[in-house]
């Protein structure tokens, strides 16, 4: 049986190698670090997360939720290792990062069917089958080949990344646990802001000192993702754009005085011991100094510990409707698969979730089967049929949400709570089919050994 080939050990390389390697595919996973890693990179682990420890909802009535309850079903290893990694986030799924990547990378590694070899890929194979799932940290290299092999039609856009400060470092007596309306377990620290430290603090991050963007692209067109922008660049939009976003001040009570603020910045725990907290939508691009400077403004941040500044760094993508099918592979050689980021997908587990469909496709093409396909009424299925047809106007990255889902055949009162319960409920009925599916080729491998 030939060999998968898999580019890429981030979320959606890891879990594509690891699908095709259940249903009996031997993959080679080929992954650059540690010999090389780009700017944004650190450990020497595989699906390594870079902007965030929060992979979001994970209540199965929001579409992010609902993505991740349909990959639990179906056997996924990146959902499995959010599960045996997870840390308290209130309503949310958040892992420790250290440990989460040690967990896929042990699962990786152990595995029989998957050999990993170490190095730098410069080059896409174009006659054998294979996932190209290198992130938007793609190496110059391979970017130039993906660029000649699609035609030169990848677009680039710009993401950011939040700081991290030590919780030891954290003044306490302004700060404050509480999560938002009194959800879940008070698992956010809470800096809060009246109207004169707001517009203090406002100003100075509107006049603060931006590290230069450096790339080797003539003209290359920027783009910032909305779900990374800069808080920076946020901000210059207006002087309230904060306190309708990241410092929304709304729902946030203070536990020991009922008091109410201006605005409030939040901060999220990196682990479960509580040891490093990273600033809620304040990825950014402001030098080191700069960041030092302006968040020490923020009631509480004074004297901080910056465990790790923000960074921002090009992420790539292709124009996937275009080129790819709902499969991912190219329309012009199915041979060849892409997955993660660079398809368009937007997200974490979006990310793991396309690296999932990609690996199961490409490993049944190998099996001399048909590619298979997600219904579209799922979510990763919804996601794929994305990719394949895109929106209304130029394509943009996309997160999970029910705007890509087909529309329910009857109507349902009760408002958007209810309409999104019934999606889920439809999604989750199809999902255990294909789980059904899934299982069925996977004992028909174990049939055949």
Known sequence: MDRLIVIG???????AAYQAASLGVPVTLYEMKPEKKSAAHHADTFAELVCSNSLRSADVTNASGLLKEEMRRMGSLIIEACDATRVSAGGALAVDRELFSRYVTDKILSHPNIEVKYGEVTEVPRNAVCVVATGPLTSDALAEDISSLIGGDSLYFFDAAAPIVSYDSIDMSKAFFASRYGKGDPDYINCPMNEEEYKAFYEALVTAEEAPLHTADEGLKVKVFEGCMPVEIMAKRGEDTLRFGPMKPVGITNPETGETYY??????????????????????????????????????????????????????????????????SLRDNGKIHFAGQMTGVEGYIESAASGFAAGV?????????????????????????????????????????????PRLEEKVRGGKKARYEAYSRRALEACDRVVGELNSLRHDLEVTK
């Open 263 to 328: 605005a409030v910045v939040q901060l999220r725990r990196e682990n479960e011991e509580g040891e490093m907290f990273n600033l809620v939508g304040f990825q950014t691009h402001l030098k080191f100094p700069e960041q030092k400077r302006v968040f020490g403004m923020i009631p509480g941040l004074e004297n901080a510990e910056f465990l790790r500044y923000g960074v921002m760094h090009r992420n790539t993508f292709i124009n996937s409707p275009e080129r790819l099918r709902c499969d991912y």
């Open 9 to 15: 050990a981030g979320l959606a390389g890891c879990e």
């Open 361 to 405: 496709s490409a490993a049944l093409k190998i099996r001399g089967e048909e590619a298979y396909k997600f219904p579209e009424t799922t979510m990763i299925g919804a996601m794929a049929h994305y990719i394949e047809n895109g929106g209304t106007g130029p394509f943009q990255p996309m997160n999970a949400n029910f705007g890509i889902v």
